[in-house]
């Protein structure tokens, strides 16, 4: 079984969402399962970062058709060439997703995870209505990986 | 200059959604500007009935690979063959968008709209920052014409 | 039924070329059928103004994300922004192609084509089985138009 | 530097075929590059089960929106819910191709391939000009590499 989470959040970001992002991508890798995320930077390229020093895997979907435009921290750069569209790709692909901070862009995400029943677990992101808000990097993490273990 | 107004909302509607889809798509077509929206039924149906009454182009932009899936007041049917990916098609080619009610999907097309820096005129929609909330299907469509004209 | 006629070939063509994509395209809308192509320029802007010569209608399927980018003889502009992706959207909403000299990309389009069962018309374009090469732009789209009847 | 290489080929193949695409992701393993290919059956699957047994990574691009439909060898699925549209991802993140037999899906792949400036390097498949032929899924890999190591 594939354990891949997805973590969404803006390319632009202040020092607590990049903190907060570099903590998730550590959790993930250090619980064994995959990241997957837009590859590009900010709440992106933290997450990635932490997903190598916890040892880890992390996919990037880039929006561009070079995969040089990755963040030197993606593993596995996958260049679609879709533009906003390779949102889509990450959430088809996720089994479960966290969102960080963010603007239009990354609620854009959130809905598209919710209407495709994927769960959302929120760090200072979009109080929508089905978003489950965690306080901690940890607390996101596991609640993101139960979920997971529940429906396999 | 096209003017093309796009319109969002769900394929499952109540009666009253449905009529405000129809006048918001007869109101378009009489002010001789085009209509694009998901080709599908609900929101996507009236709204095209309204615009085809009104003496306008309808363009339905699919989510499928035959443009037979369109609903039949569809005049110019596109199938992407890109399943919800091409709801950014429908925002990225239309000059302003017209969100009435709808669930995450309709959620997700509003925000990628004000990602994309496009203006949205909702009728019993999202209540999002960056969303201007109308009462009738003629303030919609009147805001939505005087924004394109003032940009162009 | 909707009899939509998919014309692709290059954007950089030689004045051979260009009249013939213009007499295909004034064709196909004297028939009462209407272009879809990618709606850029070469062979794409030649057949879009003999569609409109014709008194017909021309679909542009853009490459990028901005309706702007049309060359001015198309009616109904789509801003995919797939980049080469878009294609596959010409394809799959046409009934029949006609393919115009070309390089690659039309190699790309052709195959596309094949691959999902669309009948290829050829006019001096790659000699690939599967194709039927014509000699006439007449030829073409009077086979083109009598193959999307015999099929409804 | 990612060396990252691309398989295409049919899903439908004869004994040939799936013992050539397994020798060609063997030797990419073994030469530590990256394996992307389509991520199903035939040439796709033979290709990944190589890779794994050499030691490799497959990532497998899928057509569909659901990671569980990649054959079992795949390490990293990647569901893109584009259909056909999910060829262009494997040309725009592979440097180099190697083309095994086909039909009409392969040959849209080798065009856009070369269309984008990407080598081709072709075991028993079409003969397009730009194609470059090998006799062994050696020689395929060995050039396909010696011409990543040429342009970095």
Known sequence: MKR???????????RNAYDT?????KL???AGATLICGGLSGVMEAVCKGAG???GTAIGILPGSRIEEANRYVDIPVATGLGHGRNLVIINTASAIVAIS???GTLSEI???LQSGKPVFGLG???????????????????AL???KSRH
């Open 21 to 25: 992002a570099y903590e998730v991508g």
């Open 125 to 143: 992101t979009w109080d929508i209505d089905g978003v489950i808000p965690c306080r901690t990097p940890k607390e996101a993490v596991d609640k």
């Open 102 to 104: 963010g603007r239009y």
């Open 146 to 148: 139960e979920d997971i």
């Open 53 to 55: 020093e916890g040892g």
């Open 4 to 14: 891949i989470i997805g973590v969404i959040g803006s390319s632009a970001v202040d």
């Open 28 to 30: 993930i890798a250090e």
């Open 111 to 113: 809905a598209f995870a």
